[in-house]
């Protein structure tokens, strides 16, 4: 068993250099709301490479969304907050879909998959932020969540 569970560490931390620079972690408030401006950032990008029509920049802005998507599922995950880490997966899910759907040449169906994304960021936000009353346009978790 011991022996066991030291193979299985190693192969995490090889698992973790694998995946290299796509590794990002959310271990508190600070590093969520970096993690939730850069997933607006990059879900804007996605748009942005769906209107000129390049695939390839689509795809490297969804690559973005679900690493950041997979780390703030992470943090709810060590919060042990059921809700949160589902609306995190659920929202990989559409992640995943567009991501498909810009393997293929249906640009229509890749731009519609890419605005489906945006439904599972705001089931989340209407379950779990609030406007922040200190900063303007800002939002914290919602009270009582964590
Ligand atoms: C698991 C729940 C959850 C998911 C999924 C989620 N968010 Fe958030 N988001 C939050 C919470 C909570 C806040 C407020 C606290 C914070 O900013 O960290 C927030 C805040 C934000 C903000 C405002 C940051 C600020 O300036 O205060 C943006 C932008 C944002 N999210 C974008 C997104 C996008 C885009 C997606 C989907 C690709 C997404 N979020 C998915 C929970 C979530």
């Not at 390049?54 to 709810?76: H, I, N, P, Q, Y």
């Not at 559409?94 to 994304?117: E, H, L, N, P, R």
């Amino acid at each position: 068993m011991r022996r066991f569970l030291m193979c299985a560490a190693a192969m995490a931390v090889v698992w973790g250099m694998a995946i290299g620079h796509a590794q990002m972690k959310v271990t508190n408030l600070e590093e969520h709301d970096k993690a939730m401006k850069a997933l607006g950032g990059a879900f804007g990008g996605a748009n942005k490479a769906v209107a000129a029509g390049s695939m390839a920049d689509v795809k490297t802005a969804l690559a973005t969304l679900k690493s950041t998507l997979m780390a703030v599922e992470g943090f709810w995950a060590a919060n042990k907050k059921t809700a949160q880490v589902d609306f995190a997966k659920a929202a990989i899910a559409k992640v995943d879909v567009a991501d498909k759907a810009a393997s293929g040449t249906d640009t229509a169906a890749v731009g519609a998959a890419v605005k489906d994304i945006i439904t599972a960021c705001g089931a989340c936000h209407t379950a779990t932020r609030e406007p922040d009353p200190a900063t303007p346009k800002s939002f914290i978790v919602k009270a009582g969540i964590l």
